[in-house]
């Protein structure tokens, strides 16, 4: 009940489209959802994260969305660009539980 | 400087050897993780630490042991290493308030033969 499935595992996106990532989770306990982005040989570092009071989120070219009576979260990239190529990971906790869950990662390739 | 450092960087081991990983960290947090990160499984905690006193297990903690020597300092040791340890290791550290936001070191790399 404490996983977060995350699809799909690779997307390869043109220069300009929209990039979708998404998530679902089962623990409705879960009240913070953020999303990592992480480059080769780098950490993962936050990128942009919502909480269940509102159902979207948006900085600069980044947008969560939000469904909490589908359970689902999903990360969109407008105007996606080849520096956005990277590994994404959603992830979900609860205030109290002190731990990240985290999905299983999407390698993202935004070709020129 | 890097907020969190790791070292080393890589590593190439045999199997059976004993290998500790170390994780340093200037920001001044309480809280501080191992996780490892394996294609197609994301990052997976190993162990957590919330203080010096206070170690917790991870959903993967089997063939792992750490020790918090000092709120700076949190090291990984694989007591006898296996291949399947074979993996990118991470160490994240985050504030007692605010956004639950965890930060992560540069990683470590370890090839187990």
């Known amino acids: 009940q404490q996983q977060v499935k995350q699809s799909p595992q690779s997307l390869i996106v043109q220069k300009g489209g929209i990039s979708i990532i998404n998530c679902a989770y089962e623990n409705t306990a879960f009240d913070y959802f953020p999303w990592y982005q992480q480059f080769p040989g780098k950490g993962p570092a936050l990128l942009i994260a919502?909480?269940?009071?509102?159902s979207e989120k948006k900085e600069g070219r980044f947008t969560i969305s939000f469904n909490k009576s589908a359970k689902q979260f999903s990360l969109h990239i407008m105007d996606s660009q080849p520096g956005d190529s990277a590994t994404y990971f959603c992830?979900?906790?609860?205030?109290?539980?002190?731990?990240?869950?985290f999905g299983t990662g999407t390698r993202l390739l935004v070709s020129p | 400087d890097a907020d969190v450092t790791q070292t080393p960087r890589n590593r190439i081991t045999k199997t059976g050897k004993r290998i500790m990983l170390e994780c340093s960290q200037t920001?001044?947090?309480?809280?501080m993780y191992w996780y490892r990160q394996d294609p197609g499984l994301g990052l997976r905690l190993i162990y957590y630490?919330?203080?010096?006193?206070?170690?917790n297990k991870g959903e993967i903690s089997d063939g792992y042991s750490v020790s918090r020597q000092a709120q700076a300092k949190f090291s990984l040791s694989l007591e006898s290493a296996i291949p399947n340890q074979t993996a990118l290791y991470f160490c994240?550290?985050?504030?007692?308030?605010?956004?639950?936001?965890?930060?992560f070191g540069p990683g470590t790399r370890l090839t187990v033969l």
């Open positions: 994240a550290t985050s504030t007692t308030v605010g956004n639950d936001e965890q930060f």
């Open positions: 992830a979900a906790t609860y205030t109290g539980f002190q731990k990240l869950v």
């Open positions: 920001k001044g947090h309480d809280r």
């Open positions: 919502i909480r269940p009071d509102v």
């Open positions: 630490s919330f203080d010096v006193k206070d170690i």
